[in-house]
């Protein structure tokens, strides 16, 4: 590791994973051959799979699943809190287990564009496409090809075609 990043040592890092310089890691776990990108962080009990491929400046935090063989592109964001507040009814800084830890699943396959921004409580499904700059708000279908904000189906890609025939 370098010196230009923080890797705590509750992180799992699986064989031949390749790191940048300037990341922050902790309690997460990393697959296989996954290839992180630098200014990233990483948050406790998210999981990344193998073979996938984490671009420069995203954040991934709590309760982000990612499967297998994913890409992510530049600066992408994930939720994992609706409703976020800075303070408890007592107007204290919220602890863990004052707020409500939503989750996101990003199944095998499924690339998401540079700058998008990925809701909690989605679930992107197999082999989908995320556009640049998308705002997912809802679950994106297997095989989907999604626009805008908030994210819209444009359409299915060729493999899907091929499989529904």
């Known amino acids: 590791m370098s010196e ?3 890797i705590s040592s509750d992180v799992t890092l699986g064989k031949n994973v390749k790191l940048s310089k ?3 890691l902790y309690g997460c776990t990393v697959g296989d051959n996954s290839k992180i990108g630098a200014f990233v962080e990483i ?3 998210a999981v990344i799979g193998k073979n ?4 420069s400046h995203t954040f991934i935090c709590e309760g982000v699943t990612i499967e297998d063989g994913v890409f992510i592109g530049h600066n992408v964001t994930f939720i994992n809190d609706k409703y976020p507040h800075a303070t408890n ?3 204290e800084l919220q602890r863990d287990g004052e707020w409500r830890l939503e989750s ?3 199944k095998r396959g499924a690339s998401i564009g540079s700058g ?3 809701l909690s409580n989605v679930t992107i499904g197999e082999n989908a496409v995320v556009g640049a700059g998308c705002v997912v708000t809802r679950d994106v279908p297997a095989h989907a090809i999604v626009v805008g904000n908030p994210a819209r189906v444009l359409r299915y890609s060729a493999t899907e075609l091929i499989i529904a025939k």
């Open 22 to 24: 300037f990341l922050n």
């Open 104 to 106: 996101t699943l990003v």
């Open 52 to 55: 996938c491929k984490i671009s």
């Open 89 to 91: 009814g007592n107007g």
């Open 4 to 6: 230009y990043s923080c």
């Open 43 to 45: 948050q406790k009990n």
């Open 116 to 118: 998008a921004t990925i």
